[in-house]
């Protein structure tokens, strides 16, 4: 009998050993641009920290947490994508940037008044690709690293900016349109876009990873995508 039970304890720890490590897949490519767009607003020292590390240490959580085995592989998900999340932010908070006490709304909202201000023509609400762009921060370290290296994720832009034309993100254009505007989103901004277009996540999951209410992401991203149709038309 308590062979038996050994034995059905092992298959439960291995059955949430492959949903982890399946979702933790899944993370990295998400917790590598967070990294990367860190790094590249001088936040993080460059190369300092590893993803796979950052996804070790969410998978430790999840043991350490006597998490259920029989938990739904969707709220694991959710789960392991928010630990990763608060992850990076602690790491933020250790080099001395992110501002303590202050909640993701309250940041998403002055982000769209920070990009509203820095945006805009006459009132309007275009982007403006000028000399900002070839400040060297948003380039220290670009080389070799680009969002739309993979197929799965250019498709993931074009259902997050709802467009029909399945062969719009390889034009060389467009692609690079989306690059230049993409480094010029503020910080919270572009991770609710890494979450869609990397993690796979709807907006509801967002939100709740984010803590933060649906409408406040729906706001961003249709700010975000508005101004992208309009420089690719």
Do not use: C
Not at 40 to 68: C, F, T, W
Not at 94 to 121: A, C, D, G, P, Y
Not at 130 to 140: G, M, T
């Amino acid at each position: 009998m308590k062979n038996e039970q050994i034995k059905n304890g092992g298959k439960r720890e291995k059955s949430l050993e492959k949903k982890t490590l399946a979702i933790g897949h899944r993370l990295y490519p998400y917790v590598k641009n967070r990294l990367h767009v860190l790094e590249n607003h001088g936040i993080l020292p460059i190369n300092m920290y590893k993803p796979s590390e950052i996804i070790d240490d969410v998978i430790l959580d999840i043991y350490e947490a006597q998490v259920r085995e029989d938990i739904d592989q969707h709220a694991l998900q959710i789960l392991m994508f928010g630990k990763s999340y608060h992850k990076i932010v602690d790491l933020a908070e250790r080099e001395k940037w992110h501002k303590q006490n202050i909640s993701t709304k309250l940041i998403l909202e002055e982000e769209l008044k920070q990009m509203e201000e820095k945006f805009t023509v006459d009132g309007g609400f275009d982007f403006i690709l000028n000399e900002e762009l070839d400040d060297i921060s948003y380039h220290q370290n670009d080389e070799g690293h680009s969002l739309l290296d993979s197929e799965d994720v250019q498709h993931n832009i074009l259902s997050l900016f709802e467009l029909k034309d399945s062969n719009l993100m390889k034009a060389s254009e467009v692609k690079q349109t989306f690059e230049m505007l993409y480094k010029l989103l503020p910080i919270q901004t572009s991770n609710i876009v890494d979450l869609y277009v990397l993690g796979t996540l709807n907006l509801k999951d967002i939100s709740t990873i984010l803590e933060t209410d649906i409408v406040e992401v729906k706001r961003i991203v249709h700010f975000v995508k508005e101004n992208f149709k309009k420089q690719i038309d």
